[in-house]
């Protein structure tokens, strides 16, 4: 087990362009999070998905942005046309919901992104 | 709504010596988790500490335990004995049990240890 890991650690982009952020959770674990951490902030939920199913978005996932998890592993993460207030650290994490599961929550290291 | 609120942004403390921080938070649920994560300078969160509500005895975790209250709605951090590896962010969470599951943070209390 290697943890929650994700792909790039930074990204420096241009505004208005696109960037996407992928994330590995850990083999077994079925639920996703991602989530948004702003300067001097707590992490914000922004979606999530059981398995494939992307269940729930919050109203900062504007239409934008855009996440999926395809065969139920891996996630990616899209931003479209990227706007200076973008720039946050995003956040992956990811649990096992079902027998013997715990509430806990695995975090990934985090993908920074600087608008400019 | 549920919320959390952690009104120290930040703290220092002297190595060896024993610090508090606080939470507070607001739900209607009867049935939650409440968590302490660390998060270190630029590294990524682990979980320090975890508190189920119908539980009334305080959780503990070796140098680390709560203060739970459900009825005032507090949930504080106790570090004792603190080392210079203790120093990080510090972030109260709160998932209720009828709904996503989902964490709510708070804004995070920077904890210095001091040698």
């Known amino acids: 087990d290697t943890g929650v890991s994700q792909d790039p650690r930074h990204k420096i982009t241009k505004r208005g362009q696109n960037v996407t952020f992928r994330c590995d959770p850990i083999?077994?674990?079925?639920?996703l999070y991602w989530y948004r951490q702003t300067l001097g902030q707590g992490p914000e939920f922004l979606t999530y998905?059981?398995?494939?199913?992307?269940?729930?978005k919050s109203r900062l996932l504007s239409d934008r942005f855009s996440a999926e998890r395809p065969k139920g592993s891996f996630s990616t993460l899209e931003i479209q046309r990227t706007e200076q207030g973008d720039s946050a650290m995003y956040l992956c994490a990811s649990r096992f919901v079902g027998s013997g599961g715990t509430n806990e929550q695995f975090f990934g290291p985090g993908t920074r992104l600087t608008v400019l | 709504a549920q919320t959390v609120t952690q009104s120290q942004p930040e703290m220092s403390v002297q190595e060896a010596e024993t610090v508090t921080l606080s939470c507070t938070y607001d739900?209607?649920?009867?049935?939650?988790?409440l968590f302490w994560y660390k998060q270190p300078p630029s590294r990524q969160m682990i979980l320090v500490i975890r508190?189920?509500?119908?539980?009334?005895q305080n959780a503990t975790e070796n140098r680390f335990s709560v203060n739970f209250q459900k009825a005032a709605k507090s949930f504080s951090l106790k570090i004792s004995d603190s080392q210079l590896g203790d120093t990080a962010m510090y972030f109260c969470a709160f998932i209720d049990t009828s709904g996503t599951y989902k964490y709510i943070f708070g804004t995070g209390t920077r904890l210095k240890v001091l040698a």
């Open positions: 083999s077994e674990h079925n639920r």
């Open positions: 508190q189920e509500a119908y539980k009334q």
């Open positions: 998905f059981q398995n494939e199913a992307q269940l729930e």
């Open positions: 739900t209607s649920e009867s049935n939650y988790y």
